[in-house]
T-cell receptor
Framework: GAVVSQHPSRVICKSGTSVKIECRSL??????MFWYRQFPKQSLMLMAT?????????EQGVEKDKFLINHASLTLSTLTVTSAHPEDSSFYIC???????????FGDGTRLSIL | DQQVKQNSPSLSVQEGRISILNCDYT??????FLWYKKYPAEGPTFLIS?????DKNEDGRFTVFLNKSAKHLSLHIVPSQPGDSAVYFC???????????FGTGTRLTIIP
């Protein structure tokens, strides 16, 4: 149980393109999902908490207009990187947990490369 | 401000021996700690966790030790196997808060 699927696994696109990343909980319902970003050889940094049916909660320093999050159902959250630029190139990972006191389970991540 | 620190970026251990990965934290409000294993181009996989009311938790080859007074935890893997080669992250959270704070990771290499 507790499988989280993330799609796509890799995106390469031109500067100025908007990119949508999907995160799905396959065998459970997740009222809360999390979006992380990881730069090479660095830690996973929480970007935002995605709440089903309400607005996402963004961490300090993360631009909400740049990283749009939609959590339209209990099994799907999407992250859209709007007008992506080379500095947005990174590894983006989502996670969800069965319950607030349970460990988070992660998707396999999306490698975003902006040319 | 790095609240969770893994001071060893890498560690090499002979197959069959014990691997010990260390993690220190600064925030005394953290009360639940987790270890994740990560392969390249994949998301982290949950390994083992420990609550602050305990000082040890064991699951097969994996044991996590927590020293609250020192704000230190460690992951022991014994015996180490080649498939254990990966990056290991420790993470911490506060009671009632799902947000995880991750360390910077330690790359473990098991030498056959």
């Amino acid at each position: 149980g507790a499988v989280v699927s993330q799609h796509p696994s890799r995106v390469i696109c031109k500067s100025g393109t908007s990119v949508k990343i999907e995160c799905r909980s396959l065998d459970f319902q997740a009222t809360t999902m999390f979006w992380y970003r990881q730069f090479p050889k660095q830690s996973l940094m929480l970007m935002a908490t995605s709440n089903e049916g309400s607005k996402a909660t963004y961490e300090q320093g993360v631009e909400k207009d740049k990283f749009l999050i939609n959590h339209a159902s209990l099994t799907l959250s999407t992250l859209t990187v709007t007008s992506a630029h080379p500095e947005d190139s990174s590894f983006y990972i989502c996670s969800a947990s069965l319950h607030v006191n349970q460990p988070q389970h992660f998707g396999d991540g999306t490698r975003l490369s902006i040319l | 401000d790095q609240q969770v620190k893994q001071n060893s970026p890498s560690l090499s251990v002979q197959e069959g021996r014990i691997s010990i990965l260390n993690c220190d934290y600064t925030n005394s409000m953290f009360d639940y700690f987790l270890w994740y294993k990560k392969y390249p181009a994949e998301g982290p996989t949950f390994l083992i966790s420990i609550s602050s009311i305990k000082d040890k938790n064991e699951d097969g080859r994996f044991t996590v030790f927590l020293n609250k007074s020192a704000k230190h935890l460690s992951l022991h893997i014994v015996p180490s196997q080649p498939g254990d080669s990966a990056v290991y992250f420790c993470a911490a959270r506060m009671d009632g808060n799902e947000k995880l704070t991750f360390g910077t990771g330690t790359r473990l290499t098991i030498i056959p």
